[in-house]
T-cell receptor, first 110, second 115 residues
């Protein structure tokens, strides 16, 4: 079992729709959770981080964390074609390293 | 200010050769990380520096891989006797401090191709 699991996609949504990206993790000691966006050929850039159970909203993005279920998600409202990218879920514990999922490829169709 | 920079952007080498990849972190960032990303995969942790010392090198795949950060700023990842399986994008990231709550900023990566 991989430490961080994501559906590889591709996930395709129409412009203006809500895109829902999911991630599960295996280490119950995980303390912080990150969503990175990676455009093709580019390096990852941080979109959201969340530490506590519940929802965290930032503009069109909402991160949701459920530690009991070891589940974290990212919702993108009013999806735009420019949101088309690979979204990486990353999990960190006290060990200072960050474990990434393989990423979900999102396509937003105009 | 300047972000994380990495050189070279691309490196092509032959199997068995030695390569060095350089990372220049954001000024003032004490923590530096190396990752490796293969096609279709997420970044894979290699090593973490806090200052000059390697605080966690548990991700280095074998003893052909070594990294240094002698002055607590620039870091060099060194790969001996390269193998075709080493081909990947090597990413460097830095943050203000270590630990799970500090945002890591990534550099553009070095694409290594071993022929």
């Amino acid at each position: 079992q991989k430490e961080v699991e994501q559906n590889s996609g591709p996930l395709s949504v129409p412009e203006g729709a809500i895109a829902s990206l999911n991630c599960t993790y295996s280490d119950r000691g995980s303390q912080s959770f990150f969503w990175y966006r990676q455009y093709s050929g580019k390096s990852p850039e941080l979109i959201m981080f969340i530490y506590s159970n519940g929802d965290k909203e930032d503009g069109r993005f909402t991160a949701q964390l459920n530690k009991a279920s070891q589940y974290v998600s990212l919702l993108i409202r009013d999806s735009q074609p420019s949101d088309s990218a690979t979204y990486l879920c990353a999990v960190s514990s006290n060990n200072n390293d960050m474990r990434f999922g393989a990423g979900t490829r999102l396509t937003v169709k105009p | 200010g300047a972000g994380v920079s990495q050189t070279p952007s691309n490196k092509v080498t032959e199997k068995g050769k030695y390569v060095e990849l350089r990372c220049d972190p954001i000024s003032g960032h004490t923590a530096l990380y190396w990752y490796r990303q293969s096609l279709g995969q997420g970044p894979e942790f290699l090593i973490y520096f806090q200052g000059t010392g390697a605080a966690d090198d548990s991700g280095l795949p074998n003893d052909r891989f070594f990294a240094v950060r002698p002055e607590g700023s620039v870091s060099t990842l060194k790969i001996q006797r390269t193998e075709r399986g080493d081909s990947a994008v090597y990413l460097c990231a830095s943050s203000w401090g270590g630990g799970p709550y500090n945002e890591q900023f990534f550099g553009p990566g070095t694409r290594l191709t071993v022929l």
